[in-house]
């Protein structure tokens, strides 16, 4: 069953709408000439997000679509108001869209440790931290998408002051929104719910929902009455970015969420399958503690103690099985971020940094090719004896 180099198994093989499911919208565009600036495909998309993410009994949500999560996450951060230079904790073992995003916000982002079987910063880390370094924003990450606990992190924001906002770039199907928390998603072509490019900033409160929207249209406010009156409108107070989101764009996002029941169902069975074989011919490796029912968009796996996962890429590349060290190596061993703050030695963030991997996962994998990776896992495991 050991898979030959000639049938190579792909890490990842993104799953976007066919063209025929993407006619219909389409041809939508087509009829009403209107390609982007918020146009119907872009709100009906924002319309459906909120609802999906609005809770019974909990203020609905407002959702500003961006063209990226990393420009989502900027405007995220500016829409706060905070002043130059404030400090925004996050994990240290994250995509670096998340620092990046931090410092074009004009923040400092300080890097600190992840929990040891989620491998997310969650508000237990955050109010540790908080007792040895000065924060003025938390930016906790749905890493490889497990959902972070929102209720959570709306009593931490209440308790402390601390605005949060969720990174839940690749957490789309498993990540609520928050009440106080603003989260920010990601609709890139990897991610289980694909649009190609783009992504969503979700927030309870309207004012704020409305500064991202403005930041996100260079900052031009909508007019008002006196304003359209007096032919003075367009007036910017705070100058922002084109991060608009195409009727193309949003034409993607809303063809694949017709055909989302569906493929968030396959993924759910695709990873209870993996999760069966991993326990079956390598239980040495380890997964991320999540719920079984989780949307997964990718699986990382950590190797035993002590086996670097370098060396386990080796292994499977060269029996034709593709991986991926994905948000490896740590923020802080990056040169761009090397110089920013941390709040300890990140003694878990560093572990899990040398020994994860991610396995091929996606909707074209066939039984026996998750049977030949987690078998040859396996194998690697012997090896050492
Ligand atoms: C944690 C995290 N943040 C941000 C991003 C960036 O998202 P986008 O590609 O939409 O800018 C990603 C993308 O993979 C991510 O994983």
């Not at 998309?45 to 500003?64: C, F, K, T, W, Y």
């Not at 992840?114 to 955050?126: F, Q």
């Not at 009593?155 to 920010?184: E, K, L, M, W, Y």
Request: net charge neutral; proline share 8%; aromatic share 8%.
């Amino acid at each position: 069953m050991a898979s030959s180099p000639s049938r190579r198994i792909a890490l990842l093989v993104p799953e976007l709408p066919t063209a025929e499911e993407l006619a219909p919208y389409l041809r939508r565009i087509d009829e009403a000439h209107w390609y982007t600036n918020f146009g119907p495909l872009v709100r009906e998309l924002e319309a459906d997000m909120a609802r999906r993410l609005s809770e019974p009994g909990l203020p609905s949500q407002h959702v500003v679509s961006v063209s990226n999560a990393t420009l989502g996450l900027e405007l995220a951060l500016l829409a706060l108001k905070l002043p130059p230079g404030s400090r925004v904790l996050m994990p240290a073992l994250t995509f670096v869209a998340s620092a990046a995003a931090a410092m074009r916000a004009g923040c400092v982002p300080v890097f600190c440790d992840i929990e040891p079987d989620t491998w997310i910063l969650s508000p237990r880390i955050a109010r540790e931290a908080l007792r040895k370094v000065r924060v003025d924003v938390v930016m906790p990450v749905s890493t490889y998408g497990c959902p972070q606990d929102m209720k959570e992190w709306d009593a931490f924001s209440d308790d402390t002051g601390i605005p949060v906002v969720v990174d839940a770039a690749g957490a789309f199907g498993n990540q609520s929104a928050g009440v106080r928390c603003v989260s920010v998603f990601s609709l890139h072509a990897t991610k289980a719910l694909a649009g190609a490019e783009g992504g969503f900033v979700c927030a309870a409160d309207p004012i704020y929902a409305g500064r991202v929207r403005v930041l996100s249209n260079f900052g031009i406010e909508p007019a008002t009455d006196t304003q359209r009156a007096t032919g003075t409108t367009g007036v910017v107070h705070s100058a922002g970015t084109n991060g608009k989101l195409s009727e193309y764009h949003a034409a993607i996002a809303l063809a694949a969420l017709e055909r989302w029941e569906r493929t968030s169902t396959r993924r759910i069975d695709l990873h209870r399958a993996y999760i069966e074989l991993l326990a079956e011919h390598c239980p040495q490796f380890q997964t991320q503690s999540r719920a079984p029912n989780d949307v997964y968009s990718i699986l990382p796996v950590l190797t035993p103690a002590g086996c670097a996962a370098i060396e386990v890429c080796r292994f499977l590349e060269r029996r034709g099985i593709e991986t991926r060290r994905w948000y490896c190596p740590p923020l802080p061993v990056h040169p761009a971020f090397s110089a920013m703050p941390v709040t300890g030695p990140l003694d878990v963030a560093r572990q899990v940094g040398e020994r994860l991997l991610a396995v091929p996962f996606h909707l074209h994998l066939t039984y026996d090719d998750i049977f030949s990776v987690t078998k040859t896992l396996g194998q690697f495991r012997d090896s050492l004896g």
